[in-house]
């Protein structure tokens, strides 16, 4: 088995996180994972969905988007087509769950986080880098509504978490996916996590053949493997 | 630990499965996990997919809906908010890739079967019901078009697949999640298997606490077991 | 003349009224005009609509679906192409009308109650199946609202209605038009009445030729006929 | 009883029926029924609707609308809310199926027929107005299409339609209800005729207390006494 | 040079502005450039917009509207689309800038201006007969609402303002330009001033060749030329 | 007068134009005008819109859009929202008509460019730099189109467009307005010009009192002046 970058099997891609990418969010990251881009800003604002209203407790949502050219071919953009897709709702939910897990809500206060990860070129893996690149933004937000008297309760950060895709490919369990292997996966896992090792998400799904107990096991393996070194890049970012 | 409906812990809902529910539909089941009531229809139209034309292949996709008092509170009906929630298109996507990895679609011939999931009732587990009874009406399906002429080039249907959810609930792996425990669990764990063993899907969310791996394979083995119990059910269903 | 189904002209078909349905909501009636099938519900909801506001009485609407693969050709789902149909709307504005004639809104107080009329097998008169079996579900609703303490005003009820189809088939006026019926008869009048033989509403349409008033006048006498068999059948299901 | 507008109880308003009010469409009316105004165009595209490809007819169907502000408040624009509501449908639906009573599709050829009825103002009874005056713009839009070298199998137009309303306003059957005696009736009926006295479309309401079969019976009278004093004004805008 | 129309080059189309031409808005205006003709309406609503509350100042919004055929060929209903086309936000938000430019907000009071621009019959130049028309329906409307106790700060009018086209045609610079001359001009440019002879709004488009600094002030010079009389006919139909 | 930045009044922000920005796009560019920064990708499709269907011409159509977080202020995602407003679909056309001036369609052969302008930070000009930019991206992108064996008739394009804003802020013309000036300016004016001097566009807007005839000429005179260092750093770019 030849990964088509050359990459070993557990071998992540060359991984960057840029913080205040752009000027005007409480959080900016550009995440890279090799040729995979996406900015993560998170947002700020006064209140709460009318469902948690009086419940003395925060809430963060997630949307997510990819520009039309991000991909190999074009995409018609969803603000034209005047809905989002079943993928991009199902992408969005996962990255809101996943950073919430985050969160101890009750120590956010009476404000909503609005987490954006807009994809400005795909090569597999936009859903774990977006994941993991707006956690880091998470952390620059809270810092930033903190100087700014917020957050009285005590720091709302519970665990870090990041993510990270794993897949059988041509038989062999393999790391953090880019495109041409993605496309051409037996399975694909995504894998969210926390730093201290427990699983926020897992999302399997067979695109041939089904997977085997023990392919399973050797994927999530791997997938810890790989969180272990982006939970080091998401803190050495942190410390720059 | 006590399991609100007193089930043990490793103990399905009564599972039935009424083949031939409503009559114009090429397959048509009623599929009760409990009090967990679904229509599964699955009808046939000529031609495929404007992506898969000229390739030889047919084509399977899912609907899925919920009468807007399937549930305890009325749900806004969606087609009169002018769209599917995140949640519908999520599940409606799952069951999809499910019954597809039941089938060889160059088999299937020019055709789309349309799989329609409605819940008319809900008590947890909708989407592992749907999947449960939508192979068997696919089945049922199948077996028409053939005598209607159709799939010439064999049987489609490469394997059985069906559906179960686990969970964690109060500390403990459990089987076969209803309402009362889907909404109190920490972990939620949907498994879709085919009957020989393989894994068609996994998607596990960590509701509060993060879910450790050895908790991970503790679900993962009670689903195999649920799930052994379900493909003798659809068989005795398809037997009658 | 002779009917597809062999019934005499002025024969309804075999009319089922199942209370109690589905669990969750206040009404629940399953109605079958032969092979005609809809769940009826109804639900309360605290507080009135806008227009309503202040004005010291209760509102009920209605709302009208078709689960897709209700009928011989499957529909397109309405929730995924984004909006309800014209017919469908006309039919809940009718539903609603007609349920609204039941009530004195003054002594509902300060709720709405929603009435979910959804057909899950079709064979012609769906409106007025779901007027006919709404209508008991109205009834239940407002048992278990008073025994919540609701409904101070009083008993609501102003007079029982219920529906039916009538139309010229081949010339001769029968009750009752079953698909087979309805798709070819050159005239079809939906009637709405009140228990004591006043009519709520009057829809005819000419299909094909135009109808004479000595028509109008038999198919009228011909509802009235029927009606009188349908208001007894929704009592005898009340006293069960 | 004393009507609003002082006319007694058969007594129609002023018609007016102008023809090629707006210059662009092959047929054009401004049709008056006292101070409801509306513009009926009939337009000619070549083709017919999908499911009547290859079956050797003509097809038309209706439009309507009203200007925002031809009520006393302003409704919201429909184009701007992103849908036509319910009662824009029912009606446009109703205009549709009386105006095709009045033609033979098959003499008709390939072609579809496009008819928009926008109110400029209303003052009850835009439906009935609306059909009376199309049904003029239609006999003027298929001279010219035949002048353009279309209508080859002979004049597609079987009958003269029209529309009026009848009520009953304060115990009183009352023809041409205008908007203060529509808002206050009891009974609204809606009627389209045939000039040779049959009926196309009966639609009554009872907005308040149920109707009995001797007012049915006295209002249907009324209708057919307006009917044909409206067929002699249709007859007469044609001669000009 | 000919012009289609005859007129030369400086000259105006026939401009008629009907006021009270339909009876229920404030404000109603049939403004008519030549063949194109627009009612325009003025209404009053109680409170302003979101982003304006509290802050002491009224607002005034505008929507635009074709009947389907008003034009040559039909175009599809908006409202039957589901959506404005970008046109017609275009066209509508100028209008709405206009229009505003006329007011003094501060002076309005806590109500909102809405102003309907909706062509019955267009032959070019809608936008600048839009706002010409609604400039004398906004006038109506501003009595009437003083009339009924409003406007206590005094008259919000700061200025008058208008509009009209000019345009590139076969190189020489024209005045108001009708649909023949607008769908082959070289450039077209809308020009919106003040009757003191200020610009509201400059928009000019090169269909073809790029156009020159020295024709953008022929252009320029002779809207201000037509302006002058457009002022004098807003005032006259003012003054009747 | 001081402008916030402390440019002098003729001065252009720093303009950046980095060509191949992103990686699949035929051609992409990210343009910065100071801290504005919009990605510009061009993207080829073949075919051509029915209304040219057969016409021996191409096309170019443009869409443009703003991350949420682009600005001070969260945007709603307009994907979310189901579409797209007036502001966005009025720039987008303004973006379409500019570059479709650069063209000769019929050089183009059947085939359709898509321009995506993605606004990543906004500090007041994006529909100015959006132009420039996509200019670039269009030149690389024929270029593209060529090598793969297009435009076989020839260079397409005819001329070389770009757009900056001028204005009026506290009484005197100034260049290149960036936000806090564009939100406090009394006029601002967008012009699209052609690198031999001519005008494609020119949109001028009084946002509080009107401007004068001279104001007007002092401001194109002012966008002639940035024109011509534009075009200058476009040429550059291109030649790296």
């Known amino acids: 088995m030849k990964r088509p970058s050359g990459r070993v099997a557990d071998q992540l891609r060359p991984i960057r996180i840029t913080r205040n990418y752009t000027k005007h969010a409480e959080g900016s990251v550009l995440v890279e994972f090799g040729d995979t881009k996406v900015i993560c800003t998170v947002s700020v604002e006064n209140g709460v969905p009318r469902f948690l209203k009086g419940q003395g407790q925060g809430w963060l949502t997630a949307e997510y988007g990819m ?20 993928r991009t709702l199902e992408i969005q939910r996962l990255i809101g769950r996943s950073l919430r897990a ?11 986080l609005y987490v954006d990860c807009d994809v400005i070129q795909a090569d597999g893996g936009t859903r774990t880098a977006s994941i ?12 930033i509504i903190k100087k700014r008297g917020g957050l009285k309760g005590g720091d709302p950060i519970k665990q870090m978490i990041a993510a990270v895709s794993v897949g059988m490919y041509q038989g062999v369990p ?11 996966a037996e399975t694909d896992l995504n894998v969210v996590m926390t730093s201290s090792g427990g699983f926020i998400e897992v999302q399997g799904t067979a695109e041939g053949a089904p997977f085997q107990p023990e392919e399973l096991n050797a994927m999530l393996a791997l997938a810890q493997k790989g969180m272990n070194e ?6 050495a970012a942190l410390a720059d």
């Open 67 to 86: 520009l039309p050219r991000a991909t190999g071919d074009r995409n018609q953009r969803e603000a034209s087509r005047g809905k989002q897709g079943g």
């Open 102 to 112: 985050a969160l101890d809500m009750s120590k956010l206060g009476d404000i909503t």
């Open 132 to 143: 993991t690149g707006a956690m880091v933004a998470l952390v620059d937000a809270l810092k």
């Open 174 to 184: 393999v790391l953090d996916l880019d495109y041409p292997e993605d496309s051409a």
């Open 230 to 235: 982006i939970f080091a890049l998401q803190q």
